[in-house]
């Protein structure tokens, strides 16, 4: 019945998303596999849970490999597709990691290998044992052990160690804004930490940066510069939380959307994940 899917679907939904970073293949992956199910002879299925998320970790590693080299080609840095919503994406798993959809552990998860990335997902995030792991990836439970030891390093050093509160992350994230909107070069530099970095990803579809922007002065200067292009202000400008961080959805003075997600750290703003590819960011407009 599609009912006993449907109970695992937001499971299943979070586990392609953090293994695929795309909402829309996360989503392809889900449905694909709700068609298997219906097609599987289910009264052999014990665990339909267990079952669904081996068929699911196995289509989105085959998925890896073409995106690797989708990757390869891709035109300017890669982010994550944006999400609003992250806690619809949230596990059972009540740990920090597990609630964690911020850019920055996206952008971890990505760095590994795709073994990786599923080990430590379906181990720290999902709470799956290593023998059912190790039946998922055709491994033993030793090499998956150490496949997700691996990540978890990786993973950790990326991961900021404080988590800002929602007072201190709404007000850089407007200070940021609207030093922006006013063409304030060096109160930009001010709210920013010393190694900051931009990240702008257009996809080769619109304009964007080509490569990340790094260090408080030179981010400054790039956005006023921009801005300075763009007269026009925006036809909407909405607070919100993108990945969990503190961010804006922007409806541009052409129509076009863009996503703007700020890490923050010590109290300044330590990485800007502004997403511009359209193709992104159809989930957004409605």
């Not at 964007?208 to 909407?236: C, D, H, K, N, W």
Request: aromatic share 6%; proline share 5%; glycine share 4%.
């Amino acid at each position: 019945m599609s009912e006993a899917f449907e109970a695992h679907r937001r499971h299943l939904t979070g586990l392609a998303y953090r293994m695929l970073g795309s909402m829309a293949d996360a989503e392809d992956i889900v449905q694909e596999a709700f068609l298997r199910w219906q097609a599987e002879r289910r009264a052999d299925v014990r665990e339909p849970r267990a079952f669904l998320s081996k068929m699911v970790t196995r289509m989105c590693l085959d998925e890896l490999k073409s995106a690797r080299v989708q990757r390869e080609e891709y035109v300017g840095p890669w982010l994550p597709e944006p999400i609003l919503d992250d806690s619809a994406l949230s596990p059972e798993a009540a740990t920090e990691v597990a609630a964690d959809l911020s850019v920055a552990l996206l952008l971890a998860l990505e760095r590994l290998s795709p073994l990786e990335r599923a080990a430590f997902l379906l181990h720290d995030v999902f709470d799956v044992d290593f023998a059912e792991i190790a039946e998922t990836l055709g491994r033993n439970e030793a090499a998956c052990r150490q496949l997700a030891a691996r990540a978890r390093a990786n993973v950790a050093a990326a991961r900021p160690r404080f988590k800002p509160s929602e007072d201190e992350s709404r007000r850089l994230a407007q200070a940021f804004m609207a030093a922006a909107a006013s063409g304030d070069t060096k109160g930009l530099a001010q709210l920013l930490a010393q190694d900051a970095v931009f990240y702008s990803d257009g996809g080769g579809k619109v304009r964007a940066a080509m490569r990340p922007i790094l260090g408080a002065e030179r981010v400054a200067q790039f956005i006023t510069a921009v801005l300075r292009q763009y007269p026009q202000p925006p036809r909407s400008v909405r607070y919100t939380h993108i990945n969990g961080l503190p961010g804006f959805l922007i409806e541009t003075s052409d129509g076009l959307l863009q996503t703007n997600a700020f890490d923050i750290r010590d109290g300044k703003i330590a990485a800007i994940y502004s997403v511009r590819n359209p193709d992104k960011l159809k989930h957004l407009r409605h």
